[in-house]
């Protein structure tokens, strides 16, 4: 046995902002594993001080691929702060909104950032690796240069309803900002008809509704049509099904949360059953972050970044424990919690399981928005307002694309005397706690194989984009 | 020309927005005029080592470097070392990757608000201690010097914006492509006047509520959100509202005011974003080169001749009462 050399690997592009992964090899394999988020700039200090509505314009700008998502975890821990949640008819467009942008964004994952690396020089030979370069090449792939065609056509929504995207105020505590009428409704009908034609045509080559009847392992490797059909070719021919498996515990908040309940439910996923979500045991732990102070809930955590980088620390990202375990979050810790039977049967998979959630909820998620769109009525209320009140706390837990994401705010005397965000990457992508417990990507990465020569291993790249991680968001 | 695309401190979201370009996709609409990434970090294949090396390979001049553009703020934090945010894999940080790369470029274009002044990445106490590239703020001097000029000339091109529309990225990359781009064709922060010449106000949807201060109250009123929301469209710079965003989109067309993104300092307008500040009642902030004087004696003129029609649709979610159409006096 080899002496345990250590690989440092980065910078990663192809996921939102960069990291760096440390790693402990022995016999081929990855032993250990360590995630640097190297990036803090410091949102929630930002916003101390400042007026809670200014937290719906600056949130937002943490993240340019979830802006969405932030606005919507903004809008709702200030409408709990004030009691008055948005109307109904507000409540489904800011959903619908929101599943724009998480749509298009497991569109350009699976096409732009994740895909790619089946191109590399060290697959050719393979039988699918021409396909493979004709659809995924970065840059100048077909099916990436479609995926960018159909998101900006999908995104026209956005021009309507939200003004922009990213970085829109169109969601606000309570409602949106615009009213639609008849040919706004149209509009958006229009372009989901569009949208569902180039999923069915390019992406699943076949009936969405057909992908989402999938409920066995054993179905979904069946399936053959379009560029889902080629992944799995290269999923079964590379074995994605073993390679980075998580530990089988997931935690959803449930997405798009409406009077009639949940797009996707919320909850916990553990030892192969769904319970509730226990808000109260969420702590962040910055043992191993460069941060100061100790574990605490997010309405009592700060964000007092550690300047002379100890060196018992190695990220700026801190370790969020869910009673006192990490968790996996993502489209399949949503799809397993919301109990599809695809999902459920792939729970504690890897990284053909997190790729394949994300397609089944890209599928779902269409469905669902083709529902609300139809459901539009012209002439209700969009938007209600309410005056904050002077002292007032309130939790906004929303679904990102990429998994659970929590803003907590305290208001003291009409001001915000307190923000701390826990998102989706945090989670996947925190260190090891105070005691020693190693985040999902961590322990995820352990025993991926790594080649003799590999200085950037490709399963480990695998691994990583299997998460879809966002790192801007991860510190922000 | 090659470009080597950079994401410092900042969200990523320039680049997702500029891959909402249309007529042709923004791929499409570079490659067309002869530009090409070195390597862009949301797209480009390479990935670890092989970055560090293409890093390094023009930092020693190895590679010819036509275009570097960065996007997102640079933290010179903690205490002046830069180390809030590393360059993964290479021990460097970005602060010393951008100073080191800068200067062998032909050109250097910021993109976006935070690369070009620091903006939201340097909001409230700026914790990371960011700055734009040759800005802090609206102060000349980033972490390039204010006399900065890359080496084809130019100082470093200020494409600002929070985010930038699809259409600024891209045209301005195409403008230094085809040589198309001098010092006059942009305005005293940099950036490119063919839509800084422009305001947020020049085809605004409100333009008539704000012709006769009928105001909007609350977001999701109609009208104008100058008096009460805090919209600086008439001073605000960007062709917004001239070619829209996302097919049909701004902000004012989307319910909710122009903060303004395109100007440095835009993270701290000193009040509450979707608030006006008022002395005495007033509005403080005037139009762009509208004497004071005149603005008020126009605006208590027009408010007082505020038709019911716009009176009553300035404060409704919709269209409540629509334009009375006068009939022709044909001769049929």
Not at chain 1, 301 to 317: H, L
Request: proline fraction near 7%; glycine fraction near 12%.
């Amino acid at each position: 046995m080899s002496d345990t050399p250590r690989l440092v690997v980065g910078p990663f592009n192809r996921v939102e902002g960069d990291l760096e992964v440390q790693l402990d090899l022995a016999d081929g394999k990855v032993v250990s594993a360590q995630v640097n988020a190297p990036l803090y700039r410091g949102f929630e200090r930002m916003l101390e001080g400042r007026a809670p509505s200014d937290a719906l314009t600056l949130t937002p700008r943490i993240c340019g691929i979830c802006s969405i998502s932030q606005s919507a975890a903004a809008a709702r821990a200030l409408a709990a702060a004030t009691g008055v949640m948005p109307t109904p008819q507000g409540a489904a467009m800011a959903a619908l909104i929101h599943a724009v942008e998480n749509a298009s964004d497991h569109l350009f994952h699976f096409n732009l950032f994740f895909m790619p690396d089946f191109t590399r020089p060290c697959y050719a030979g393979r039988g699918w690796y021409e396909r493979a370069v004709d659809r995924f090449a970065a840059i100048n792939g077909a099916a990436g240069r479609a995926a960018i065609a159909a998101r900006t056509d999908l995104m026209h929504i956005l021009g309507l309803m939200a003004g922009k995207w990213p970085h829109t105020l169109a969601l606000q505590p309570g409602g949106v900002t615009r009213a639609p009428g008849p040919r706004d409704k149209l509009r958006i009908e229009t372009a989901l008809r569009q949208f569902r034609k180039y999923l069915e045509r390019d992406v699943f080559g076949g009936a969405l509704e057909d992908f989402c009847a999938l409920d066995s392992p054993a179905a979904l490797m069946g399936w053959t049509g379009g560029d889902v059909g080629l992944f799995l070719e290269i999923a079964a021919d590379t074995d994605l099904a073993a390679m980075g498996r998580g530990a089988g515990r997931y935690l959803s908040f449930g997405a798009y949360e409406l009077a009639e309940g949940h797009g996707f439910a919320p909850g916990l996923w553990r030892a192969g059953r769904r319970g509730p979500v226990d808000q109260a045991a969420i702590i962040e732990d910055p043992s191993h972050a460069w941060m100061l102070g100790g574990a605490a809930h997010p309405f009592k955590g700060q964000t007092t970044p550690d300047e002379t980088m100890r060196e018992t620390a190695y990220t700026w990202c801190k370790a969020p424990r869910l009673g006192g375990e990490p968790v996996e979050v993502g489209a399949l810790a949503r799809q397993i919690v919301d109990g599809h039977p695809l999902a459920v049967a792939l729970a504690g998979g890897g990284v053909l399981a997190r790729v394949a959630g994300r397609l089944l909820e890209l599928a779902r998620t269409q469905i669902l928005m083709e529902h609300w769109a139809r459901e539009i009525d012209t002439e209700a209320v969009f938007m209600r307002t309410a005056a904050l009140p002077e002292t007032a706390s309130g939790a906004g837990l929303v679904e990102a694309a990429r998994g659970a994401l929590g803003h907590w705010v305290r208001i003291e005397g009409g001001k915000i005397a307190s923000y701390q965000i826990i998102a989706p990457t945090t989670w996947n992508f925190s260190p090891r706690d105070a005691q020693g417990v190693p985040g999902p990507l961590e322990t995820a990465l352990v025993g991926a194989p790594v080649a003799e020569g590999e200085d950037t291993p490709v399963a480990v790249q695998h691994i990583v984009r299997s998460f879809d991680p966002c790192m801007v968001c991860t510190v922000h | 020309m090659n470009i080597l695309w950079l994401q410092a401190a900042g969200c990523g979201g320039c680049t997702m927005s500029a891959l909402c370009a249309e007529a042709p996709d923004f791929l499409e609409t570079l490659s067309g005029a002869g530009l090409e990434f070195l390597w862009h970090p949301a797209l480009s294949l390479q990935s670890g080592a092989e970055v560090a090396a293409l890093l390094a390979a023009v930092e020693r001049g190895e590679t010819p470097l036509d275009i570097l553009a960065v996007e997102g703020a640079i933290a010179r934090g903690p205490l002046g070392t830069g180390r809030f945010q590393m360059v993964s894999g290479t021990g460097r940080s970005m602060l010393d990757w951008v100073r080191a790369l800068a200067p062998m470029a032909q050109h250097v274009v910021g993109i976006g608000t935070c690369a070009t002044y620091g903006g939201v990445t340097s909001a409230g106490g700026n914790p990371s201690d960011a700055v734009g590239l040759s800005y802090d703020g609206a102060h000349p001097g980033g972490v390039l010097s204010a006399d900065f000029r890359a080496r084809a000339g130019l100082p470093v091109v200020n494409v600002s914006g929070c985010p930038t529309h699809p259409g600024w990225v891209a045209e301005t990359l195409m403008l230094i492509a085809a040589g198309r781009l001098a010092e006059k064709d942009l305005d005293p922060l940099g950036r490119p006047l063919f839509y800084a010449q422009h305001l947020i106000h020049h085809g605004c949807p409100k333009n008539e509520y704000y012709e006769y201060k009928a105001s909007a109250v609350t977001l999701s009123d109609h009208g104008c959100m100058m008096e009460h929301l805090g919209c600086v469209g008439t001073q605000a710079v960007g062709d917004c509202n001239i070619r829209p965003w996302n097919g049909e989109g701004s902000c004012t067309r989307g319910g909710y005011p122009c903060i303004a993104c395109t100007a440095p300092e835009f993270e701290e307008p000193g009040h509450p974003f979707t608030e006006t500040p008022k002395v005495a009642g007033i509005p403080v902030g005037l139009p762009s080169d509208m004497p004071k004087a005149w603005f008020m004696a126009l605006a208590s003129l027009s408010k007082a001749a505020t038709p019911e029609r716009l009176a009553k649709n300035a404060v409704a979610p919709r269209v409540a009462v629509t334009p009375t159409i006068r009939k022709p006096k044909g001769h049929r």
